[in-house]
């Protein structure tokens, strides 16, 4: 079980960027692959972003080309750089480690952190 901690997160106008940072109490990197997600009022939690063990990276349509992830081994630290954001992009985002995954499906691997609030304005 890794203890997860997402930060970065904040209130930006629209058109503006956000880095989210996802770390751990261990390595997160020990798994199939990690995902970013997020969870808007009234809505399921929903996969934005993944990549994979092996480099690949996976995005939701609604994201492509604004979003990106990265990782860092040396920081034990995956990152979701957010551009071009909108106010639909409005939720809380999360990060957890996938066991498995197909597409932009990955099944979460660890219990929830607290995510990190992500606002943007009109």
Same mark, same amino acid.
């Given at each position: 079980?890794?203890?997860?901690?997402?930060?970065?997160?904040?209130?930006?106008?629209?058109?503006?960027?956000?880095?989210?940072?996802?770390?751990?109490?261990? =390595?997160?990197?020990?798994?199939?692959?990690?995902?970013?997600?997020?969870?808007?009022?009234?809505?399921?939690?929903?996969?934005?972003?993944?990549? =994979?063990?092996?480099?690949?990276?996976?995005?939701?349509?609604?994201?492509?080309?604004?979003?990106?992830?990265?990782?860092?081994?040396?920081?034990?630290?995956?990152?979701?750089?957010?551009?071009?954001?909108?106010?639909?992009?409005?939720?809380?985002?999360?990060?957890?480690?996938?066991?498995?995954?197909?597409?932009?499906?990955?099944?979460?691997?660890?219990?929830?952190?607290?995510?990190?609030?992500?606002?943007?304005?009109?």
């Amino acid at each position: 079980q890794v203890q997860l901690v997402e930060s970065g997160g904040g209130l930006v106008q629209a058109g503006g960027s956000l880095r989210l940072s996802c770390s751990g109490s261990g =390595t997160i990197f020990r798994v199939n692959a990690v995902g970013w997600y997020r969870q808007a009022p009234g809505k399921q939690r929903e996969l934005v972003a993944g990549i =994979t063990s092996g480099g690949s990276t996976n995005y939701a349509e609604s994201v492509k080309g604004r979003f990106t992830i990265s990782r860092d081994y040396a920081k034990n630290t995956v990152y979701l750089q957010m551009n071009s954001l909108k106010p639909e992009d409005t939720a809380v985002y999360y990060c957890n480690g996938a066991s498995t995954y197909s597409g932009t499906y990955y099944a979460p691997l660890w219990t929830w952190g607290q995510g990190t609030q992500v606002t943007v304005s009109s």
